[in-house]
């Protein structure tokens, strides 16, 4: 069984394991001021360091929460609640856990923009500034998507807010432990980080605030993290994810050359594939991440068929026997024939060279089938 699914988790570090482990011993309460409770706050801000060091940030502007959602939930409901009423502004490609919140705050009052994506799956700069009202109270587009991989122009919208002093969150979920990341150079405000995308556990994140930025709580209970995380640390994968990103900061551009070497290769193969296209061509991508179309095939047939040896994975959400075509394949302009004949595959560090080329072989071989059987050529 070859994982090449890496975009929707990806495995334990082992070293990340080892120090998870190490950390269960730490069970005092960090809250508590006795020795167990001292050793355990240590674990917990010693991570808290590592963490702000991979986005370039302060360890006092990064609060843990339980991942990616969660964080993405504190960030636009925590800013939206400090008004009555206001405007947002995000796009129409964004993570269900943005659009979802986003929905909501329009069914509270509030007044959403969901803007469109080229072609290629990128939100126009101008766009921004052309949406931005007087009473805009926050801008929220993801770094890199999900699905395609393709990066946002996220340095030069958070020049145009920087200018209008509105606060600006990325959900840098699938970023992290990918490409490099500056909390500075790109003038942003808050940052989603999700432990899982980079060999931590599941079930840990973070959120980055810029020191001065308020946020109204959406969880009531003691002081913990800012008052905006409330219940006691989960020490062992606080540590953990410290850990994941401690790796991150020492071998980051290892993982980058490696990541590029291997998607090369199996793009190189996959688009041999008569019929196949690469569904964001001209677009900067994160370097572990394809997304093809492949004509005359059902993309989540294909995922299935393909189940007991190699993992991937299609954004069409299919309930029933009846599939709804990607969000995002479908706002960049594709059909729904095309969308639906999509597949998503993600490298991961652990990916080697000859998983790779046995992938291809496999996917080839699935594909000639299928088309056989549809007496397709």
Known sequence: MIYLDYNATTPLEPRVKKEIIKTFEEFGNPSSIHSFGK????KVELARKKVAEIIDAHPEEIIFTSGGTESNNIAIFGRALCFNSGHIITSSIEHPSVLNSCRQLQRMG?????????SSGRVCPDDIKKAIKKDTILVTIMHSNNETGVIQPIKEIGEILHEYNIPFHTDCAQSIGKVSISVKELSVSMVTIAGHKFYAP?????LYI???????PILYGASHEKGLRPGTENTPFIAGIGKASEIVHQELERIKNHLNSITELLLGGLLEIPGTMLTSKKALRIPNTINISIKGIVGDELVRNLSEKVAISTGSACHAGLCKPSHVLVAMGLSPEEALSSIRISTG???TKDEVKEAVKIIKKEIFELRKSRNLH
């Open 210 to 216: 810029k020191n001065g930025l308020i946020l109204h």
């Open 349 to 351: 560090k652990f990916t």
């Open 202 to 206: 599941k079930g840990i994140g973070a």
């Open 39 to 42: 050793k355990a706050k240590e």
């Open 110 to 118: 509030y007044e959403v923009t969901f803007l469109p994506v080229d």
